[in-house]
């Protein structure tokens, strides 16, 4: 079955995806593929009680969907439903209830984030070579106008979109994560 490529959430979506929990189950069902309740609870460290009712949350907003064509019966399997979540704040006022449901959501996507690359750090050292050389934590601190900063990352997204990609069974490959956080050094202007 193909999914679909990316969905954009409604506001009950952005508060269901608000929680990290439900941000890292839906990760790794988009990029290790379906998974149990039991499964995913010993990845996440929960038990598989609490990781079904967070996936039961993420089925009725669409986001993920159950996996009919595997398991037997006793097991219930999940997969992701679309392959990205697309979010943006544009055209939201600061008074208008989205925009806090937004800010909750980028919330936990940084706890993610953070999450992820603190991993990352943990096992750098037993990576083979070539992929400690290839990791990288670093920021660039521009002084830039907004329209630059929009073609800026407007640019990025367009080399990493377009950059070809190794297949599954290509025994040097492996999942390899960007993560692109842009934003006004805090501080700077208010």
Known sequence: MEITPSITPDAAGLKVLAH????????????????????????????SGATSYHLRQLAQHGFIEEDTERGNGRERWWRASHRAT?????????????????????HAVADVYDGKVR????EQSSLPQAWQDVSMISD???????????ALLERLVEEIQDFPETTDDDP???????????????????
Do not use: I, K
């Not at 189950?25 to 609870?41: Q, S």
């Not at 660039?140 to 929009?150: D, G, I, K, N």
């Open 172 to 190: 040097e490959g492996a999942a390899y994560c960007l993560q692109v956080q842009a934003f006004p050094l805090p501080g700077r202007l208010s």
């Open 119 to 122: 991993r990352a750090l943990d």
């Open 86 to 106: 697309r979010t943006s704040a544009e055209g939201l006022a600061p008074d208008d209830p989205v925009h806090d449901l937004y800010g909750s959501y980028l």
């Open 20 to 47: 990290p929990v439900r941000l890292e189950a839906l990760g790794m069902l988009r990029v290790e593929g379906p998974a149990t309740a039991t499964m995913l609870a010993q990845r996440l460290g929960l038990n």
């Open 140 to 150: 660039w601190v521009l002084q830039v106008r907004p329209e630059q900063a929009r």
